[in-house]
């Protein structure tokens, strides 16, 4: 019987967790996002995890900037930010306006507040195979959601579909840690489907509406749709979850799968954060 992962409720878990350790904190982790634009994809993401941090009791500051913001200013906000003793986390919502240089603007984030991991310093300790101060929230939550579910990552063969720095090269090297062999693919790959139908764990981050169907996938596999499109029919993933279903062990569902993991990781990581830097002040 195919077995739901049903990541709402797993992250529900640990929002919980994370809310009654914040109630015993003598002050409260900050969070702090920086929204650039009109992306009103974004404007949701932003409110969502804004509205998740005030649940847990963090304090939390969302600074929106209009579209033709320019990338002086947006350092500007970085490094008031970075100085601030009472921001624990900086998170830069992606993507920025056109024309801005998102990687300039990522670097200028201190290591120890980058509560998504996308900093070269944490992303390069992750490639490394050491511990970052914060791991990037989707890949972390992927896994979580994984292990939470007890399915075997280590000699599994998993294949992952997108390489983007945010989901598909992450979840790739915490997987081949957790002794999976990981393939990864794009979208000049050939023969895909051949390559997809090797998988046990299929990860796909493609970005493409139902681009998956039971073809793509080998029997008794495990599918991590990790894909937010939204189509005239509403929201739904990379995965074609009806076709799918039947074939799969495991599936995650969209909405209600990788999304509030991936942001139960961000509040994860504002909280360790707070604490990495509450040592380093000791
Ligand atoms: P991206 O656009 O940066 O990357 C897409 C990747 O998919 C590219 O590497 C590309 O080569 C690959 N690809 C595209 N078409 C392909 C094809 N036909 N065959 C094989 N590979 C193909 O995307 P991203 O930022 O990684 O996001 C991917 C999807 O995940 C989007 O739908 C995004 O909204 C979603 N997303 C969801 C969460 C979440 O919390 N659930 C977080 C981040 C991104």
């Given at each position: 019987m195919t077995v739901i992962l049903d990541g709402k409720s797993?992250?529900?878990?640990?929002?919980?967790?994370?809310?009654?350790?914040?109630?015993k904190l003598s002050k409260k982790p900050k969070l702090a996002v920086i929204y650039a634009g009109d992306n009103p994809a974004s404007q949701i993401y932003v409110k969502n995890k804004q509205k998740k941090a005030d649940y847990i009791g963090f304090d939390s500051v969302v600074i929106s900037l209009p579209n033709d913001v320019t990338e002086e200013n947006l350092l500007e906000h970085i490094y008031i930010l970075n100085e601030d003793d009472d921001v624990n986390g900086i998170l830069v919502q992606l993507p920025l306006p056109e024309g801005i240089n998102t990687q300039k603007i990522i670097e200028a984030i201190e290591p120890v507040k980058d509560c998504d991991g996308f900093t070269a310093y944490n992303f390069g300790r992750l490639a490394l195979g050491y511990k970052p101060y914060a791991y990037p929230c989707t890949p972390k939550g992927i896994v979580k959601l994984l292990e939470h579910y007890n399915i075997k990552l280590q000699s599994s063969h998993t294949v992952v579909i997108g390489r983007s720095n945010i989901v598909g090269k992450p979840v790739s090297l915490l997987l081949q840690q957790k002794n999976s062999t990981v393939t990864m693919v794009n979208s000049y790959t050939k023969n895909l489907k051949d390559i997809t139908k090797t998988a046990d764990i299929l990860i796909s981050a493609a970005g493409l509406p139902n681009f998956i169907t039971k073809e793509f996938i080998k029997n008794n596999a495990v599918i991590v749709d990790v894909g937010i499109n939204r189509t005239e029919y509403g929201l739904t993933g990379d995965v074609d979850f009806n076709d799918c279903f039947e074939s799969a062990s495991f599936i995650t569902p969209v909405p209600g799968g990788i999304g509030p993991m991936t942001i139960a990781m961000l509040m994860e990581?504002?909280?360790?954060?707070?604490?990495?830097q509450r040592l380093f002040k000791i």
């Open positions: 797993l992250a529900d878990k640990i929002c919980e967790q994370l809310k009654s350790e914040t109630q990581n504002t909280l360790e954060l707070y604490k990495i």
